[in-house]
């Protein structure tokens, strides 16, 4: 069974959730997304399907990244481990979606602090969160340290993630909080 259709049997909701929050938050449909851990593009569809035009998307995986490839959703695409120490990334973007990539099993809470390197002041972060990963409390300790001194954050929501297998997660919108200067 591939990926896209296991995930499509099951519902996966949560692209749409991270696109429609984008969407709510960020106005001017030519900004410039990045669409982190992207895999096959279920996620930078969702983005395109609410009006944006300007998606790249990084993944880890070089396969992810052929089969995303082939389906000319993303301007750019790339090769990114999102647990790597520093994100050799030189462009900032608008907006950074997460979807069904921050967990135990995937991405580290980390990549908050270092997705900051590579977003405007005020940008965006749209992240999902799935149960299992909220009841990991030294993970999600991880998470709200980060969030606590480098975002704000703007929504917080709770929706299906796999209907399929009873699995729900949140949504999250923070934005990039400027840096004080100190005098
Ligand atoms: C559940 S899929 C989500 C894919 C896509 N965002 C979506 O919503 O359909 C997780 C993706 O994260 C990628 N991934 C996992 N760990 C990663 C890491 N450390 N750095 C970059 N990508 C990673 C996997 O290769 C996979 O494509």
Known sequence: ?????ELKLNNYSTPQRCAKALRKYLKNTNSYILDIGCGTGLSGQEILNVGFNNVDGSDFSENMLHEAKKKNIY???FNL???RKYYRVNFRYEAIVAAGIISPHHANPSCLE???NILLDSGL???SLNDHAVEDKSFMDEIFRIIDTNYE???KNYGE???GIQLKSYIYVIKKLKKKIKC
């Open 153 to 155: 954050i703007l929504e």
């Open 125 to 127: 972060l749209i992240f």
């Open 161 to 163: 993630h796999l209907p």
């Open 81 to 83: 481990d999102l647990n």
């Open 75 to 77: 301007k750019k695409l």
């Open 1 to 5: 069974m591939s990926y896209d259709y």
């Open 114 to 116: 270092k997705c900051l």
